[in-house]
């Protein structure tokens, strides 16, 4: 059973195009993280929520946390090719205060020319 | 480039060896995890060291192990390898090792066992 729920797995869309990525939970966590990741590479940090009902926008990005701290979405407007890739949920805060991240399963994105 | 540094970045061996990763933490940084990514199980959480302690340990198999050296440096070691341990195996660094830190990731080590 998986503690993150990522949704949807795949998604293969055209330039221009919106498109929201879900990551849910019953478990509450003391924040939530998101990663893209290139092939071949490491996840890296896209942003951080912390506070529940918080939004946060990177550019065409715009992050959600729940208000109960146990989901969050991530909304990309106008997807362009150059936002193809793996994206990753993740919750901090499961096993007291350590750095262990839990990980949703992924969301692979292509963005079509 | 996250300043993690992995090596080595390719390693193929066969059921049964004994394999050592090896990863450098970002300048400054006191804590490192270990994680395993693969296709049906996704990017799992193995441990984390904080200045050379265990500080979490996650799904890690008794065959694996890590630890944590006084220049921070560590090191993942798996043992009587399987075909299932084939995976992509990160190390990412953080500074203080709490739930608030960013973690920033190396490269990966793809592991291939045949």
């Known amino acids: 059973t998986q503690l993150l729920e990522q949704s949807p797995q795949f998604l293969s869309i055209q330039e221009g195009e919106n498109l929201t990525v879900y990551c849910n939970s019953s478990?509450?966590?003391?924040?939530l993280q998101w990663y893209r990741q290139e092939p071949g590479e490491g996840p890296v940090l896209l942003v951080t929520?912390?506070?529940?009902?918080e939004v946060k926008k990177l550019k065409r990005l715009t992050f959600q946390f729940g208000d109960a701290r146990k989901d969050s979405s991530l909304h990309i407007t106008a997807a362009q090719p150059g936002d193809t890739g793996l994206y990753l949920c993740?919750?901090?805060?499961?096993?007291?205060?350590?750095?262990?991240?839990?990980f949703g399963q992924g969301t692979t994105l292509q963005v079509k020319p | 480039d996250s300043g993690v540094t992995q090596t080595p970045k390719h390693l193929i061996t066969a059921t049964g060896q004994r394999v050592t990763l090896r990863c450098s933490p970002r300048?400054?940084?006191?804590?490192v995890y270990w994680y395993q990514q693969s296709l049906d199980q996704g990017l799992q959480f193995l441990i984390q060291?904080?200045?050379?302690?265990?500080?979490a340990k996650g799904n890690i198999l008794e065959r694996f192990s890590a630890q944590q050296f006084p220049d921070l440096h560590s090191e993942l070691n798996l043992s009587s390898l399987e075909l299932g341990d084939s995976a992509l195996y990160f190390c990412?660094?953080?500074?203080?090792?709490?739930?608030?830190?960013?973690?920033?990731f190396g490269p990966g080590t793809r592991l291939t066992v045949l």
């Open positions: 990412a660094s953080s500074v203080v090792g709490l739930a608030a830190d960013t973690q920033y």
């Open positions: 478990s509450v966590f003391s924040s």
């Open positions: 060291y904080y200045n050379g302690e265990e500080r």
């Open positions: 993740a919750g901090a805060g499961l096993s007291g205060n350590t750095g262990k991240l839990i």
């Open positions: 929520v912390v506070t529940g009902g």
């Open positions: 300048s400054g940084d006191l804590s």
